[in-house]
Nanobody
Framework: QVQLVESGGGLVQAGGSLRLSCVAS????????MGWFRQAPGKEREIVAD????????YYPDSVKGRFTISRDNAKNTVYLQMSSLKPEDTAVYFC?????????????????WGQGTQVTVSS
């Protein structure tokens, strides 16, 4: 069982930056693929970043590539999402998720463990 707790969301002006954190419980964090997802009102949940257990491979969709950076600290059981050049369309609830494995997974339904989410609001 893995429990995930996100933090770092808030209100920011367009062009600004935020860093989200997600702390995981358990002793096997370094065996999990970690993903960040977001869901805006009336829209489906979508992936924004993904990182494999050793951190050597990441994935970003075109919508955030070059603006968002995912990283992890396995010693602290924490995954981060650094967001910069934020746009109003980035407004959403952001979730972190974990799935046992060793390669990038972009399918939302493939992740077993989810956090409660943290709200990010970008004003224009």
């Amino acid at each position: 069982q893995v429990q995930l707790v996100e933090s770092g969301g808030g209100l920011v002006q367009a062009g600004g930056s935020l860093r989200l954190s997600c702390v995981a419980s358990g002793r096997t964090f370094s065996s999990y693929i970690m993903g960040w997802f977001r869901q805006a009102p009336g829209k489906e949940r979508e992936i924004v970043a993904d990182i494999i257990p050793n951190g050597s491979s990441t994935y970003y969709p075109d919508s955030v590539k070059g603006r968002f950076t995912i990283s992890r600290d396995n010693a602290k059981n924490t995954v981060y999402l650094q967001m910069s050049s934020l746009k109003p369309e980035d407004t959403a609830v952001y979730f972190c998720a974990a799935q046992w494995g060793s390669y990038v997974i972009v399918d939302t339904t493939a992740y077993k463990y989810w956090g409660q989410g943290t709200q990010v609001t970008v004003s224009s």
